[in-house]
């Protein structure tokens, strides 16, 4: 296993707009097939690329990202990328960036990611819970490619070979690239998109159940280096699926993530995870 997911290979800032090249290591690798990425990767990196143009363009200190919006205009490739970053508003509350990862020419994910200012409500706000102790013993995801390897899980509930839904902690073992410092976005959203694996309700032998998007909203900052991921899917009858789920950290709930599926029969078996 690599030590990041991506290596930072060009970097350059062009009439505001930030342009960066990466190459992919096979920890971004998904279950589907071995030259395509898992989700979360390529989410936490479009949350840095937000957050790297921001800070070049306004230069404000004062600025936590707390929403990502995701939509997957095609697969992403365990291969080299080109990420396009600029800020599209920037008020004095919050900023709003947008994010394009393309591969070869071909847009592959469009994100948008809000930052909303610091400022002091704590007045009003429930005190942050003390930090839970982290079971000890828990069983792993039996993740064997690529993404899945990639991070510590401790699962509580359900699993991806088991049906329903499920909750297990996560903890990034690998670094998005050299010299990123995960924020508690990036970390969220890492996590975030195995919301659907890790509440399946399909066996994954005979039925496909990809997201075409990834919606994470946090009320605060994530806290630390474990993610609770706790999920579930709603299947629907005409083809499609919704996985919903409440993400924390060790003092509680933080946010929320969504996945709208497209539901499909397979022919040929598919590696578990």
Known sequence: MSETYYDLTQVSLDDSVLVSEYRSHPATTGPWAPNLQHGGPPNALAVAAAEQVVEQITGRTDLTALRLASDFVGPVPVADLEVRAKVVRAARSAVLAAVIIAAGGRDCLISRVWFVRDADTSAQAA???????????????????????????????????????????????????????????????????????????????????????????????????????????QLGAHGSALARSTISDRHGVVGAGLQTLVVAPIRAAKPTG
């Open 127 to 233: 005190p942050p819970q003390a930090a839970v102790e982290l079971p000890d013993g828990l069983p792993g995801l039996d993740a064997d490619f690529g993404y899945g390897a990639s991070l510590e899980w401790r699962r509580l509930s359900g699993g991806l070979l088991e049906r329903g839904p499920g909750a297990a902690w996560a903890r990034a073992t690998t670094a998005l690239f050299d010299g990123y410092q995960w924020s508690g976005l990036a970390r969220a959203v890492l996590v975030a998109d195995s919301g659907n694996g890790l509440s399946s309700e399909l066996d994954w032998s005979q039925w496909s159940f990809l997201n075409v998007d990834l919606d994470v909203h946090l009320a605060r900052p994530l806290l630390g280096e474990w993610v609770l991921l706790d999920a579930v899917t």
